[in-house]
């Protein structure tokens, strides 16, 4: 049972646009989500966080949204750099000590 | 602060071995935990440890794996008599233990099992 799903295996976006990566999830006791993002060979880096009373969260190029009653949340980066290209994963917690990860989508910006 | 490390990072093995991986968190962090990773795969979580407890461990850990972290340092994760299902790349993480802590983490151990 797939509690936290990336339905893009992977997104392709033009240098200097937007990068809209999606994540749903399905257990409503989730409070607490993040992204990361992954190169070849390195472990997950962590890149930004929401707590569920949140809506959105920046952090300069990166902004994360959260719409609980969709159970769905999305991470935007603009203006997209080619060295952003990597796998993102989202990560969501709730109740325990443990993260649950999606199965990533890898994002390529051209320049 | 260096992160967090792993060791080593790539080992071969033949089924049928024993092997033993070894994470050093970030100095000061409180929470490790172990998760697999499969081609194609988010991390699984396999276990946490606060300090030198182990609090969770995954449906997916089988009698053949152990993990410890003793004196709530370093951990360590064996594999007992591995079997070609697990292959895969095994991550640390390491967090500092206070509300919504974000996890660290290494840059794993990559396993083949021959």
């Known amino acids: 049972d797939q509690q936290v799903k990336q339905n893009s295996p992977s997104l392709s976006v033009q240098e200097g646009r937007i990068s809209i990566l999606n994540c749903d999830y399905t257990n409503s006791m989730f409070d607490y989500f993040l992204w990361y993002k992954k190169y070849p060979a390195e472990g997950p880096t962590f890149l930004i966080s929401i707590s569920s009373i949140k809506d959105k969260n920046e952090d300069g190029r990166f902004t994360v949204f959260l719409n609980k009653s969709a159970k769905h949340l999305s991470l935007h980066i603009v203006p997209s750099q080619p060295g952003d290209s990597a796998v993102y994963f989202c990560?969501?917690?709730?109740?325990?000590?443990?993260?649950?990860f999606g199965t990533g989508t890898r994002l390529k910006v051209l320049a | 602060d260096t992160g967090v490390s792993q060791d080593p990072r790539h080992k071969i093995t033949k089924r049928g071995q024993n092997v033993t991986f070894r994470c050093d968190p970030i100095?000061?962090?409180?929470?490790l935990y172990w998760y697999r990773q499969t081609l194609g795969q988010g991390p699984e979580f396999l276990t946490y440890?606060?300090?030198?407890?182990?609090?969770?461990k995954s449906r997916l850990l089988s009698d053949r794996f152990s993990a410890e972290r003793p004196k709530g340092s370093f951990s360590t994760l064996e594999i007992q008599r591995t079997e070609q299902g697990d292959s895969a790349m095994y991550l640390c993480?390491?967090?500092?233990?206070?509300?919504?802590?974000?996890?660290?983490f290494g840059p794993g151990t990559r396993l083949t099992v021959t």
């Open positions: 100095s000061e962090h409180n929470r």
């Open positions: 990560a969501a917690k709730g109740g325990t000590y443990k993260y649950i």
């Open positions: 440890f606060q300090n030198e407890a182990q609090l969770e």
């Open positions: 993480a390491s967090s500092p233990g206070t509300g919504f802590d974000e996890q660290y």
